[in-house]
Every structure is written in C-alpha cells, then in structure tokens.
C-alpha cells in the first residue's frame, strides 16, 4: 500500500444541502473541510449558513454559502452555479436538507394529510433530484465524482411517518438507478442511512429519560448516534477510501436494523 491518504479531499469541492443547524450536513461539511475539500453550504436560513462558514474559517478551512430552498428547481440549479462560480468545480454533493413532517403522533388524520404530503415529498426527494439533475454534470468532469444522498432508516423499515418513509424508500430505489446511470459519467452514488442521531431536531427526544429508556434497548451498542459518527461516514463515501463503491446503502445506527 503507498503513501497517500486516501482520504485527503486536497483540490475538491464539496456542495452541502441543509448545512445549516446542528446536523449531519453541517457536520460533515466541517469533516470535510478539515480533510481539505472547500466547502459550498446551502440551506433556508442565511444566518445560521453565515455561522457555519465563519466557523470553518476559524477553523482553517475554505467555504462559501447560497440561501437555497431544495423544493424550488431554480433554486438548485442557482445553488450549483454560485458553487462552481465560487470555487470553479464541483466533485462532491451531500444532500441532507430534509423535514420529517407531521408526527406519527398525529394518527390517521396526520399520515393522510394532503399537504404535508407534497412538503416532505418536495424538500425531501425533488431536492435529491433536482440537486443531482444539475449537478452530476459538473462532478463527472475530473473523475472524482461523489453523490451522497442523505436518507433514513425509514427507507429499510417502519419507522417514520408515512410522507417521511415514502421519501426516503424513494431514495433507496434512486441509489442503484443513479449510480448505474452516472457511472460512466465518472460519478458514483452511495447513500447513508443514520441510526437515531443527536442533532438539533432530535436532541429533545436524546435527552428525554422516558424515551431513551425506550428507544435505547433497541439499539445493540447502547447509544444514541451524534453528528461525528455520521460525518465520518460521509468522508468514507466522499473520498477514494470508497473508490471502487457506488450503488450502495452504507447504513449507520448502532445496530438498529438488525
């Protein structure tokens, strides 16, 4: 085995979708900014994007940011222009923006709301499509290409609201359809799928003794997940430690499914 680091992202661009709270998006856009990627953050809330980029900057690392609405098509597109604008190419996609929609709490009346429905559908999947639509071009085009689309384990079993888990299954199915297609393009496309994870959304439910006394025995290692053990998860898909990997669901959460 040679000298390189097969994980130095030296010379390549990054575009990160919902990087801007406490999640694995903003996680892995600083993992990957620290192993040498630049970093092009996207999300809704400009100040919390501004945040972010400061905070890689103090750090060391090279980022910029574009206030992007996944559900809007021009937004996308608009996004992977500025990036390339930016930093002149574009070889990695994580797409994590994503909402969960109305709680499995809401019963029947919730599961089978029109509405929210075409929300989640909208930010959740035409996001992963129209991100990849007008960005796989751009990443074909040195050979690195890496498109990490975000799910759930919602995509492998019951665990979500119906518009969440049609979503997600949705991006499960896409995986192996868009790799094949884009591997001649020089692309590959792997999707992580996290366990229960503390982030900002979840962390009322992490540190709720009720529920972890609940959720925890179902879990085999014992623990929540946190952001780090997503990150690193993406930089493994991101980098050429996973070369010769596309198509495929690399599924991180303590031992959950099994």
């Excluded at 509405?115 to 071009?137: A, P, T």
């Excluded at 890496?146 to 949705?170: E, F, H, M, N």
Aim: aromatic letters at 8%; hydrophobic letters at 45%; glycine letters at 12%.
């Amino acid at each position: 085995m040679g000298e390189k680091n097969l994980f130095d992202l030296s010379g390549r661009v990054a575009l990160i979708t919902g990087a801007s709270s406490h999640g694995i998006g903003n996680e892995s856009a600083k993992l990957l900014a620290s192993y040498g990627a630049k970093v092009f953050l996207t999300a809704r809330r400009e100040d919390k994007l501004q945040e972010a980029v400061a905070e890689i900057e103090e750090a060391g690392g090279e980022a910029a940011y574009a206030v992007c609405d996944v559900s809007q098509e021009g937004d996308c597109k608009a996004a992977v222009e500025a990036c390339v604008g930016k930093f002149g190419r574009l070889d990695i996609m994580v797409l994590a923006a994503g909402i969960s929609g109305l709680s499995l709490s809401g019963g029947l009346e919730a599961a089978f709301d029109v509405e929210n429905w075409k929300r989640v559908q909208s930010i959740n999947l035409d996001g992963v499509f129209y991100m990849v639509k007008y960005g796989w071009e751009e990443c074909g085009k040195h050979g690195v290409g890496s498109i990490i689309p975000i799910a759930s384990l919602a995509a492998w079993k019951a665990a979500g609201s119906v518009a969440y888990t049609a979503t997600k299954g949705a991006i499960r199915s896409l995986t192996p359809c868009l790799a094949k297609l884009l591997a001649p393009q020089g692309v590959r496309v792997n999707t992580f799928y996290p366990g229960f994870i503390d982030t900002d959304m979840t962390h009322g439910a992490t540190v709720n003794e009720g529920f972890a006394k609940m959720k925890l025995p179902a879990i085999p290692l014992g623990r929540f997940g946190n952001v780090d053990d997503c990150a690193y998860g993406v930089l493994y898909l991101a980098s050429d430690a996973s070369g010769f990997m596309t198509g495929q669901h690399l599924v991180v959460d303590g031992g959950e499914l099994c």
